[in-house]
């Protein structure tokens, strides 16, 4: 896994990598990451998955480029559904201007496991931070 921060609030986004079948997750493309796609291809990784941690707009600011651009899978909590569709004008309370949101793929929930190409990603729901926060857990 490799993370980066990026844009002016200084998000953490992370890809995740099966080095073996160059499978590729984003989790929480923030506030311009969109350089990270350069990597993406530069690498030849096959993006699966656009993973939403929680529904904040930092942390979901880039989805409708990275769907636009990968067609990836797009997940996040159903609880934090309402965020997701309220992205532009949370956004615009701090001077920034994102795209919308595409809708989710689909919902993740607890003890979900998706699968990147050999590795195995589990899904535990932790609220608090927001309503649908999720921790993820890569299995060894």
Request: charged share 25%; no cysteine; proline share 6%.
């Amino acid at each position: 896994m490799r993370g980066h921060v990026t844009g002016p609030l200084e998000e953490n986004v992370f890809l995740l990598v099966d080095a073996e079948t160059t499978r590729a997750a984003i989790l929480d493309p923030g506030i311009e990451s969109e350089g990270l796609l350069e990597t993406i291809q530069r690498e030849h990784w096959q993006l699966d998955y656009i993973i939403n941690s929680h529904g904040h707009f930092d942390h979901v600011f880039a989805n409708a480029f990275y769907k636009g651009r990968t067609g990836a899978e797009l997940l996040i909590h159903e609880a934090d559904l309402p965020l997701l569709e309220r992205l532009v004008e949370n956004s615009m309370v701090f001077g920034f201007r994102p795209s919308p949101s595409p809708r989710p793929d689909r919902f993740l929930k607890e003890g979900d496991v998706l699968k990147l190409g050999g590795l195995e990603i589990g899904v535990l729901h932790t609220p608090g931070h927001s309503p649908g926060g999720v921790t993820l857990h890569v299995a060894d």
